[in-house]
């Protein structure tokens, strides 16, 4: 009875979180798609704009999906939480500090992981067709892509939390941390507009993705399907050759060294 009150109390939190992030989405669609649009024209990675209402209905209403599933997970955590099934903690001294301070880190490795190969997966012919070709309607992202999915590839791509966080120590701080990283990293990745500067992949930034990173991946498909770094991509040999080549490109023409090339 106590772990259903609890699930209970918590649901207006998890729905406020999502409602949250999806004003913070459409902020950045207004300001970088509308009213910055003109004078951030030669940062557009696509150059050709593809996207209309139609697109953006669709990508509103597959986000509901993703708000009940992400919701329904949250809300299983917390159930498993109050049962004692886990091992998520809010006393910084319930653990070595080890895991509250190293725990951001090795989350995001396993995310990032985890992301890979269930991408990888959800591109096989045979699965495709039936999950992740929802997302991948939307050639030309924009901000509200990032929450374009269909249910079952939300689930699948973030239920890696139930079994660690039953096995392994999960201090909340640091794990709220690897959510708003998350949300944010989403987001950049679908953008649609290259902010990363011209020296990004020359420096130790060039082992992260960046939003042209991505959006190639939308757009030429099969390559490209790290999220949070490259790493796996470099070692699979699946990052496109000319991924290097492309964001010096945009760069170039934000300082107006190149002319725009319509694609």
Known sequence: MEAL???ITQIPAAVGQFLMNYGIIAMVYLVVWKLFKKRLQNWRIQLKERVNAKQIKS????????LVVSTLIVLLIYFM???GY?????DINEYPNFFAFGGFFIFLILDDTWFYWIHRLLHHPS??????????KSIDVNPFTSLSFHWAETLLLTFWIVPVSMFFPMYVPAFGILQIWGFFDNLKSHLGYEFFPSWWNKSLGKVMTSSTHHNMHH?????NYGVHFRIWDRIMGTEFKDYEKTFDEINERKKGILKQRVN
């Open 5 to 7: 009150q609890e699930i």
């Open 59 to 66: 990508e509103l209403i597959n986000s509901l999906f993703t």
């Open 81 to 83: 939480k109050a049962k």
């Open 86 to 90: 886990t091992k998520i903690y809010t």
């Open 127 to 136: 699965i495709f067709k039936y999950i992740h070709k929802v997302h991948h």
């Open 219 to 223: 757009s030429k498909f099969n390559g």
